[in-house]
């Protein structure tokens, strides 16, 4: 995404990839697609370390600029355990928020069961010890990030399920204890056709929480005759309202470009799970998985990013419930309207 004035959106950082597998204590086939937090002086990476099985286990990395000197611990923080079948397959994908109300770190990952992918969720003081609350959506489902706070006293969550027809939309769904998840409904549905992101999206980092609303990443993964291309738009959710979608982007941001995002295990890949905004600096720090093989970092001007997805096209929501389902979806604001049965968002 080049803006007007020339400049692109996002930059990689020199130095990428910024983590390889050759950082690791121990050897291991690829390291990508971490989570990322500020968590005191440091950044802290979550690492998804897939080993020489194939099985993936998620592995901390710190570092005080958030771009080099990364220390890595000496062994995973979260890896298969006999105690929890549902992650025979591995851990993978980690997102972190902090929750105030808790004063812990909630880590929503995707745990690979015998019976396919489902969410997970885990809380740390400090990324050095962790405690699993387990389950909290059953397979086929990844991609998903808690919101920091309560909503009208219920958690939310984002999530993405893999429907057995139709596209693969991102859900968000309701909960009073983080154990109990209810109340879904569809956030943001995939496009048709020819568009970056039909057919599938997923959440990329958690939502980041701004003045205007709740800003967005989701990939979106378009099919072609040599495999899936992963890219990523961005949209901006009302901040009382969440499941409103106020914008949302007609291109991607950032797509695989260079040579370790083009060839890797995956090709044509870059994944965001996490990103770390410097307010004062007007920094954001977005840490991405490339080519399902290494670690990227590209960095933006936040005020550009709002910037750019508060011109991004309006959309609403409305809800439709005639026949006895209560059912959410977007459609340009100036169709919404017409719609039978829409629901009066704020904007
Ligand atoms: C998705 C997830 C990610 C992976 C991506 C590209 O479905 O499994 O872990 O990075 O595919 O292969």
Redesign the pocket.
């Known amino acids: 995404m080049t803006l007007s004035n020339g400049r692109k959106l996002f930059v990689r950082h020199p130095s990428n990839p910024i983590v390889t597998a050759d950082d690791l204590p121990y050897p291991a086939n690829t390291v ?2 971490p989570g990322a937090a500020r968590v005191g002086e440091e950044t802290v990476l979550l690492l ?1 370390v897939e080993d020489l099985r194939g099985i993936s286990r998620l592995h901390v990395a710190r570092s005080t600029d958030g771009f080099g000197d990364w220390r890595l611990d000496d062994e995973a923080l979260l890896a298969p355990d006999a105690g929890h079948p549902e992650e025979v397959w591995g851990c ?2 980690p997102r972190l928020v902090y929750l105030p109300e808790l004063k812990q770190w909630a880590i929503t990952y ?1 745990a690979y069961s015998g019976r396919g ?1 489902l969410v997970s969720l885990a809380v740390t003081n400090d990324f050095r010890e962790v405690r699993r609350l387990g389950p909290v959506m059953p397979p086929d489902d ?2 998903a990030a808690l919101f920091p706070r309560r909503f009208d006293g219920r958690w939310v969550m984002i999530h993405r399920p893999a429907p057995i027809q139709g596209p693969a939309n991102i859900w968000i769904s309701y909960s009073p204890d983080l154990r109990h998840w209810g109340d879904h409904s569809v956030l943001l549905e995939a496009r048709e056709g020819a568009w970056w992101d039909a057919g ?1 999206i ?1 959440l990329g980092p958690p939502p980041l929480e701004t003045d205007d609303g709740w800003l967005l990443m989701y ?1 979106g ?1 378009h099919q072609t005759a040599s495999g ?1 291309i ?1 890219r990523v738009g961005l949209a901006l959710l009302d901040l009382d309202h969440p499941e409103i979608v106020l914008r949302r982007s007609d291109e991607w941001v950032m797509g695989p470009v260079t040579s370790y995002e083009s060839v890797g ?2 090709d044509k ?1 870059i ?1 965001p799970n996490g990103w770390v905004l410097d307010h004062d600096a007007d920094q954001l720090h977005l840490y991405y ?1 490339a080519g ?1 093989s290494v670690v990227g970092l590209a960095t933006a001007r936040f005020s550009e990013v709002m910037a750019y997805v508060k011109q991004c096209p309006l959309y609403h929501h409305r809800r439709v419930s005639d026949d006895g389902t209560v059912r959410n979806t977007w459609a340009p604001l100036s169709a919404v309207a017409e719609l039978p049965g829409h629901h009066e968002g704020v904007l």
């Open positions: 990508f697609n998804r993978e994908d995707t992918p990844k991609d599938k997923g990939h993964a899936p992963y295990d995956v890949v994944f998985g399902d």
